[in-house]
Protein backbone atom coordinates (compact mmCIF):
# COMPACT_ATOMS: atom_id res chain seq x y z
CA UNK A 1 0.00 0.00 0.00
CA UNK A 2 1.17 3.55 -0.52
CA UNK A 3 -0.44 5.76 1.96
CA UNK A 4 -4.31 5.37 1.96
CA UNK A 5 -6.29 7.53 -0.03
CA UNK A 6 -8.02 10.65 1.85
CA UNK A 7 -11.64 10.34 0.53
CA UNK A 8 -13.04 12.61 3.08
CA UNK A 9 -11.43 15.63 1.39
CA UNK A 10 -11.85 13.82 -2.23
CA UNK A 11 -15.08 13.66 -1.96
CA UNK A 12 -16.28 17.01 -2.59
CA UNK A 13 -14.03 16.62 -6.06
CA UNK A 14 -14.51 13.07 -7.10
CA UNK A 15 -17.58 14.02 -8.91
CA UNK A 16 -15.97 16.99 -11.41
CA UNK A 17 -13.05 14.33 -12.22
CA UNK A 18 -14.88 11.09 -12.50
CA UNK A 19 -18.63 11.46 -13.07
CA UNK A 20 -20.16 10.13 -16.32
CA UNK A 21 -23.61 10.13 -17.26
CA UNK A 22 -25.06 6.79 -17.74
CA UNK A 23 -25.36 6.60 -21.46
CA UNK A 24 -21.44 6.90 -21.15
CA UNK A 25 -21.35 4.04 -19.16
CA UNK A 26 -23.63 2.13 -21.30
CA UNK A 27 -20.11 0.01 -22.23
CA UNK A 28 -20.28 -1.70 -18.65
CA UNK A 29 -24.52 -2.63 -19.14
CA UNK A 30 -23.29 -4.36 -21.96
CA UNK A 31 -20.36 -6.25 -20.79
CA UNK A 32 -22.04 -6.96 -17.50
CA UNK A 33 -25.29 -8.54 -19.03
CA UNK A 34 -24.02 -11.48 -19.71
CA UNK A 35 -23.08 -12.37 -15.74
CA UNK A 36 -26.55 -10.74 -14.38
CA UNK A 37 -29.11 -12.52 -13.81
CA UNK A 38 -32.81 -12.03 -11.90
CA UNK A 39 -32.54 -11.87 -8.18
CA UNK A 40 -34.44 -11.15 -5.33
CA UNK A 41 -31.53 -10.55 -3.14
CA UNK A 42 -29.97 -7.30 -3.56
CA UNK A 43 -26.35 -6.42 -5.66
CA UNK A 44 -23.78 -5.12 -3.61
CA UNK A 45 -21.65 -2.18 -4.58
CA UNK A 46 -18.72 -2.66 -2.81
CA UNK A 47 -16.97 1.08 -2.09
CA UNK A 48 -19.57 2.88 -4.22
CA UNK A 49 -18.15 6.05 -3.35
CA UNK A 50 -20.43 8.97 -4.23
CA UNK A 51 -22.97 6.17 -6.00
CA UNK A 52 -21.32 6.40 -9.99
CA UNK A 53 -22.30 3.15 -10.97
CA UNK A 54 -25.38 2.66 -8.10
CA UNK A 55 -28.35 3.62 -9.47
CA UNK A 56 -27.41 2.61 -13.17
CA UNK A 57 -26.96 -1.06 -11.93
CA UNK A 58 -30.28 -0.18 -10.31
CA UNK A 59 -31.70 0.48 -13.72
CA UNK A 60 -29.93 -1.46 -16.30
CA UNK A 61 -30.57 -4.92 -14.08
CA UNK A 62 -34.20 -3.94 -12.31
CA UNK A 63 -32.77 -5.31 -9.05
CA UNK A 64 -31.88 -3.83 -5.61
CA UNK A 65 -28.77 -2.29 -4.56
CA UNK A 66 -26.81 -1.94 -1.61
CA UNK A 67 -24.07 0.40 -1.88
CA UNK A 68 -21.09 -0.48 1.21
CA UNK A 69 -18.85 2.79 1.58
CA UNK A 70 -16.37 3.49 4.65
CA UNK A 71 -16.13 7.49 3.97
CA UNK A 72 -18.60 9.31 5.41
CA UNK A 73 -18.18 12.40 2.84
CA UNK A 74 -18.54 10.30 -0.14
CA UNK A 75 -21.89 8.38 1.27
CA UNK A 76 -23.22 11.83 1.64
CA UNK A 77 -22.01 12.57 -1.98
CA UNK A 78 -24.06 9.47 -2.80
CA UNK A 79 -26.99 10.37 -0.76
CA UNK A 80 -27.72 13.75 -2.76
CA UNK A 81 -26.50 12.30 -6.49
CA UNK A 82 -28.85 9.31 -5.28
CA UNK A 83 -32.02 9.07 -8.35
CA UNK A 84 -33.27 5.65 -7.97
CA UNK A 85 -35.30 4.51 -4.80
CA UNK A 86 -33.49 1.01 -5.48
CA UNK A 87 -30.32 1.93 -3.74
CA UNK A 88 -29.77 2.05 -0.29
CA UNK A 89 -26.60 3.02 0.74
CA UNK A 90 -24.46 2.05 3.90
CA UNK A 91 -21.34 2.65 6.00
CA UNK A 92 -18.96 -0.34 5.91
CA UNK A 93 -15.63 -1.63 4.23
CA UNK A 94 -14.34 -4.70 2.04
CA UNK A 95 -12.49 -6.69 4.84
CA UNK A 96 -15.50 -6.73 7.25
CA UNK A 97 -19.02 -6.00 5.20
CA UNK A 98 -21.49 -5.16 7.66
CA UNK A 99 -24.26 -7.82 5.68
CA UNK A 100 -25.60 -11.35 6.37
CA UNK A 101 -23.97 -14.23 4.87
CA UNK A 102 -25.41 -15.29 1.51
CA UNK A 103 -27.46 -12.08 1.34
CA UNK A 104 -26.49 -10.71 -2.76
CA UNK A 105 -27.05 -11.57 -5.72
CA UNK A 106 -23.52 -10.07 -7.16
CA UNK A 107 -21.01 -8.44 -6.18
CA UNK A 108 -19.50 -5.42 -8.06
CA UNK A 109 -16.67 -3.89 -7.38
CA UNK A 110 -15.29 -0.58 -9.40
CA UNK A 111 -11.70 0.84 -9.23
CA UNK A 112 -11.55 -0.14 -5.30
CA UNK A 113 -8.97 -3.30 -5.56
CA UNK A 114 -6.13 -0.73 -4.86
CA UNK A 115 -7.05 0.71 -2.00
CA UNK A 116 -7.75 -3.00 -0.06
CA UNK A 117 -4.60 -3.48 1.59
CA UNK A 118 -5.89 -7.30 2.23
CA UNK A 119 -7.41 -8.77 -1.06
CA UNK A 120 -7.69 -12.16 0.36
CA UNK A 121 -9.62 -10.85 3.03
CA UNK A 122 -12.21 -8.89 1.21
CA UNK A 123 -12.66 -11.94 -1.23
CA UNK A 124 -13.07 -13.97 1.80
CA UNK A 125 -15.92 -11.43 2.84
CA UNK A 126 -17.40 -11.29 -0.69
CA UNK A 127 -17.52 -15.40 -0.63
CA UNK A 128 -19.51 -15.01 3.29
CA UNK A 129 -22.32 -12.25 2.03
CA UNK A 130 -22.88 -13.53 -1.77
CA UNK A 131 -25.68 -16.57 -2.21
CA UNK A 132 -24.74 -19.79 -4.10
CA UNK A 133 -23.38 -19.48 -7.85
CA UNK A 134 -23.10 -14.99 -7.46
CA UNK A 135 -20.62 -13.90 -9.30
CA UNK A 136 -18.15 -11.16 -8.40
CA UNK A 137 -17.58 -8.35 -11.07
CA UNK A 138 -14.92 -6.27 -10.88
CA UNK A 139 -13.82 -3.33 -12.91
CA UNK A 140 -10.36 -2.03 -12.51
CA UNK A 141 -7.16 -0.86 -13.99
CA UNK A 142 -4.13 -3.35 -13.10
CA UNK A 143 -0.22 -3.17 -12.91
CA UNK A 144 0.53 -5.15 -15.80
CA UNK A 145 -2.28 -3.45 -17.79
CA UNK A 146 -1.47 -0.02 -18.05
CA UNK A 147 -2.08 0.59 -21.67
CA UNK A 148 -5.82 1.57 -21.71
CA UNK A 149 -5.83 4.87 -19.31
CA UNK A 150 -5.15 7.97 -21.19
CA UNK A 151 -3.78 10.20 -18.42
CA UNK A 152 -0.53 7.95 -17.85
CA UNK A 153 0.83 9.09 -20.64
CA UNK A 154 1.43 12.84 -19.55
CA UNK A 155 2.52 11.33 -15.88
CA UNK A 156 5.29 8.68 -16.31
CA UNK A 157 5.81 9.38 -12.75
CA UNK A 158 2.22 8.25 -12.00
CA UNK A 159 2.68 5.61 -14.30
CA UNK A 160 5.94 3.69 -12.82
CA UNK A 161 3.94 3.80 -9.42
CA UNK A 162 0.45 2.60 -10.97
CA UNK A 163 2.56 -0.15 -12.26
CA UNK A 164 3.85 -0.78 -8.01
CA UNK A 165 0.21 0.14 -6.64
CA UNK A 166 -2.82 -1.36 -8.48
CA UNK A 167 -2.59 -4.88 -8.29
CA UNK A 168 -2.01 -7.39 -11.06
CA UNK A 169 -4.29 -9.91 -12.27
CA UNK A 170 -2.09 -12.82 -11.27
CA UNK A 171 -2.55 -11.25 -7.42
CA UNK A 172 -6.43 -10.50 -8.04
CA UNK A 173 -6.66 -13.80 -9.36
CA UNK A 174 -4.67 -15.65 -6.60
CA UNK A 175 -6.61 -13.46 -3.85
CA UNK A 176 -9.91 -14.37 -5.13
CA UNK A 177 -8.86 -18.13 -5.43
CA UNK A 178 -7.92 -18.52 -2.01
CA UNK A 179 -11.35 -17.51 -1.02
CA UNK A 180 -13.35 -20.12 -3.47
CA UNK A 181 -13.54 -18.01 -6.21
CA UNK A 182 -12.13 -19.06 -10.23
CA UNK A 183 -11.71 -16.54 -12.93
CA UNK A 184 -14.54 -16.82 -15.45
CA UNK A 185 -13.73 -13.83 -17.70
CA UNK A 186 -10.93 -11.42 -18.40
CA UNK A 187 -11.56 -8.26 -20.67
CA UNK A 188 -11.00 -4.39 -21.51
CA UNK A 189 -14.30 -2.68 -22.00
CA UNK A 190 -13.82 0.81 -23.50
CA UNK A 191 -15.98 3.57 -21.45
CA UNK A 192 -15.56 7.76 -23.36
CA UNK A 193 -14.06 9.47 -20.39
CA UNK A 194 -14.07 13.09 -22.20
CA UNK A 195 -15.90 14.22 -25.76
CA UNK A 196 -12.23 16.08 -26.16
CA UNK A 197 -8.74 16.45 -25.13
CA UNK A 198 -9.82 20.17 -23.88
CA UNK A 199 -12.72 18.55 -21.35
CA UNK A 200 -10.15 16.10 -20.70
CA UNK A 201 -7.85 18.57 -19.51
CA UNK A 202 -10.39 20.23 -17.69
CA UNK A 203 -11.25 16.64 -15.93
CA UNK A 204 -7.71 15.77 -15.40
CA UNK A 205 -6.91 19.39 -13.42
CA UNK A 206 -9.31 18.36 -10.91
CA UNK A 207 -6.74 15.69 -9.43
CA UNK A 208 -9.24 13.21 -8.67
CA UNK A 209 -7.30 10.02 -8.69
CA UNK A 210 -5.80 8.90 -6.23
CA UNK A 211 -2.43 7.59 -7.85
CA UNK A 212 -2.42 11.21 -9.09
CA UNK A 213 -2.65 12.43 -5.82
CA UNK A 214 0.57 10.86 -4.54
CA UNK A 215 2.77 12.35 -6.84
CA UNK A 216 4.61 15.45 -6.40
CA UNK A 217 2.72 18.71 -6.79
CA UNK A 218 5.95 19.65 -9.62
CA UNK A 219 5.58 16.50 -11.09
CA UNK A 220 1.52 16.77 -11.64
CA UNK A 221 1.82 20.20 -12.86
CA UNK A 222 4.45 19.02 -15.06
CA UNK A 223 2.00 16.87 -16.59
CA UNK A 224 -1.13 19.29 -16.58
CA UNK A 225 1.57 21.57 -19.09
CA UNK A 226 2.11 18.96 -21.21
CA UNK A 227 -1.64 17.47 -21.51
CA UNK A 228 -1.99 21.07 -22.25
CA UNK A 229 -0.04 21.42 -25.06
CA UNK A 230 -1.62 18.80 -26.39
CA UNK A 231 -4.96 19.65 -26.59
CA UNK A 232 -3.80 23.24 -28.41
CA UNK A 233 -2.16 21.10 -30.73
CA UNK A 234 -4.74 18.30 -31.61
CA UNK A 235 -5.74 18.29 -34.99
CA UNK A 236 -9.14 16.97 -34.53
CA UNK A 237 -10.94 17.08 -31.55
CA UNK A 238 -11.82 13.23 -30.60
CA UNK A 239 -13.54 11.71 -27.83
CA UNK A 240 -11.33 10.69 -25.44
CA UNK A 241 -11.36 6.58 -24.90
CA UNK A 242 -9.85 4.29 -21.76
CA UNK A 243 -10.04 1.06 -21.22
CA UNK A 244 -10.65 -0.48 -17.87
CA UNK A 245 -10.44 -4.31 -17.35
CA UNK A 246 -13.71 -6.48 -16.37
CA UNK A 247 -12.63 -9.39 -14.62
CA UNK A 248 -16.01 -11.82 -13.24
CA UNK A 249 -15.05 -14.25 -10.62
CA UNK A 250 -17.38 -17.02 -10.45
CA UNK A 251 -17.64 -19.98 -7.31
CA UNK A 252 -15.83 -23.07 -7.40
C1 LIG B 1 -11.94 5.43 -6.85
S1 LIG B 1 -13.26 5.38 -5.70
C2 LIG B 1 -14.45 4.38 -6.58
C3 LIG B 1 -15.87 4.71 -6.21
C4 LIG B 1 -16.92 4.03 -7.09
N1 LIG B 1 -16.88 2.60 -6.95
C5 LIG B 1 -16.70 4.43 -8.54
O1 LIG B 1 -16.53 3.57 -9.38
O2 LIG B 1 -16.76 5.65 -8.79
C6 LIG B 1 -12.69 4.25 -4.46
C7 LIG B 1 -13.68 4.07 -3.34
O3 LIG B 1 -13.25 2.97 -2.54
C8 LIG B 1 -13.53 3.28 -1.20
N2 LIG B 1 -12.68 2.45 -0.32
C9 LIG B 1 -11.43 2.71 0.14
N3 LIG B 1 -11.01 1.72 0.94
C10 LIG B 1 -12.01 0.81 0.98
C11 LIG B 1 -12.19 -0.44 1.66
N4 LIG B 1 -11.23 -0.95 2.45
N5 LIG B 1 -13.36 -1.09 1.49
C12 LIG B 1 -14.33 -0.59 0.68
N6 LIG B 1 -14.22 0.58 0.02
C13 LIG B 1 -13.07 1.27 0.16
C14 LIG B 1 -13.21 4.75 -1.10
O4 LIG B 1 -13.77 5.36 0.06
C15 LIG B 1 -13.77 5.27 -2.41
O5 LIG B 1 -15.11 5.68 -2.29
Redesign the pocket.
Known sequence: MYGRTD?EQMAARYDAG?TLPHELLDSWRVALRPYVVPSTFPLLD?????G??SDALADWFDTDVIG????EA?RRKAASNRSSSRTTIIGG???RIPLRKSSCSHAWV???LH??PDLARCAAELRRVLSDQAPVLIRNSFGDRLDGIHWLRYWPSARRLAARRWPTVEATIEAFGSAGFELIELEDVGEVVAPNLHAYYDRMLVRAN?TLVLIDDEDFARGLKKLQQAAREAAALEPITDRRSLLVFGQR
Open positions: YRLGSGTLFVEPSMEAESTVHIS
